[in-house]
């Protein structure tokens, strides 16, 4: 049985059309900023985005990155969620590389408000790190891809500008969100001030992400690149498979959608529960119970990876699946078939 990988929406492969749209794009060099193609993605994605200007980044993490470090002082204190992508899983460089203070708000599914941020700033005291920015997640990967409410959104984009403070929005996955809800990437956008979005997650590009906002935190961000090595010369060649992905790949991802709640709602397992809403493409499995030898989790994992099906662990006895561009319908149903048959039992 061929291999049914669940584990993220980055493990698909480039299609045979995004190949020959790479193979036949004209190419710079990046470096010094005359690779058409770049240049091309760069003003569809800030105007999709209703941004002035966009900056082509090897990743959503560097993408991220460069949002705090083009837009806080060594020092200052950051707002997060405290499942944010941001601070979980980026490798601790908002310290390192930006030098600032995390404070972290747990929010039940993510959905973080600006009630929650305003009791978390720091006072105007020379002994606290002056707050200068608000980082939001949509939609929220460890809450089981949910959706922000964008009411919450907006008032935390015009509350914290009142404050003085800048908003950044880890959007790897909004292209979600707009599907879901209708609303148009840019308003979906507009009360932040920089958004980063990722092409090589869901949409089926090989590599890309993309930092947008006003042109003059994009012209610090292009310092910063520079200074983390993230520089490329003909990436015209990624840049044409964002580009394609753009024009071909979004709305199909009603599809994962669909998917994601196949597995949901077809789940019939006494140790095996879905216990967050699935607004999006993200399925994450409680595993109740212990083997003799293992957590629960870990013999889930290897149960499907014994059938021929890959999916992550994320986090102790839990469980994350992914529908993707490479997955269907018919496929989730042999994935059900293999999770209703897991033998683990709940003690």
Same mark, same amino acid.
């Given at each position: ?5 669940? $584990?993220?929406?980055? @493990?698909? *492969? /480039?299609?045979?059309?995004?190949? *020959? ?6 190419? =710079? ?6 690779? /058409? ?22 990743? =959503? ?7 705090? *470090?083009?837009?806080?002082q060594p020092g200052d204190q950051i707002i997060l969620e405290d499942g944010a992508h941001i601070y979980r899983y980026e490798g601790g460089a908002s310290a390192a ?9 747990? %929010? ?13 700033? +720091?006072?105007? +005291?020379?002994? %606290? ?24 959104? !907006? ?6 500008? $009142?404050?003085?403070? &800048? @908003? ?16 148009s990437m840019a308003e979906l956008c507009s009360p932040v001030d920089t958004v980063s979005v990722c092409f090589s997650k869901a949409l089926g590009a090989p590599v890309g992400?993309?930092?947008? #906002? ?8 292009? $310092?910063? $690149?520079?200074?983390?090595?993230? =520089?490329? &010369? ?12 753009? !024009?071909?790949?979004?709305? &199909? ?19 095996? *529960? @879905? +216990? ?33 099906? &890959?999916?992550?662990?994320? #986090? /102790? ?8 561009? #490479? ?21």
């Open positions: 049985m061929p291999i049914i990988d669940l $584990r993220s929406d980055t @493990v698909t *492969k /480039p299609t045979e059309e995004m190949f *020959k749209t790479m193979i036949a794009a004209p190419l =710079g060099d990046d470096v010094l900023g005359d690779d /058409p193609t770049v240049i091309l993605l760069q003003k569809e994605t800030a105007s999709l985005l209703g941004k002035e200007a966009a900056l082509f980044v090897p990743s =959503g993490t560097m993408s991220n990155q460069l949002a705090l *470090k083009a837009q806080t590389l930006a030098g600032v203070l995390n404070t972290c708000i747990e %929010c039940e599914g993510g959905q973080i408000t600006w009630d929650d941020i305003s009791k978390s700033l +720091n006072p105007d +005291n020379v002994h %606290c790190a002056p707050p200068s920015l608000v980082c939001l997640e949509n939609t929220h990967n460890t809450s089981g891809g949910r959706i922000l409410c964008q009411d919450h959104v !907006e008032e935390i984009g015009s509350n914290s500008h $009142r404050l003085g403070l &800048r @908003v950044h929005l880890d959007g790897a996955r909004l292209w979600h969100t707009h599907v879901v809800t209708g609303i992400s993309v930092l947008a #906002g006003d042109k003059g935190v994009i012209e610090r961000a292009w $310092r910063f $690149r520079k200074m983390m090595g993230g =520089g490329m &010369r003909q990436a015209g060649l990624l840049a044409a498979a964002c580009i394609f992905a753009l !024009e071909n790949h979004i709305e &199909r991802l009603e599809a994962d959608h669909r998917q994601a709640k196949q597995l949901a709602t077809g789940l019939d397992h006494p140790a095996i *529960k @879905v +216990n967050h809403p699935v607004d999006t493409n993200i399925v994450i499995m409680d595993v109740a119970g212990k083997s003799a030898s293992q957590g629960n989790d870990e013999a889930l994992l290897q149960h499907l990876n014994d059938h021929q099906i &890959r999916a992550m662990g994320f #986090g /102790p006895g839990r469980v994350r699946l992914i529908p993707n561009l #490479g997955t269907n319908a018919e496929q989730m149903d042999q994935v059900l078939d293999v999770l209703n048959s897991f033998p683990g039992e709940v003690n």
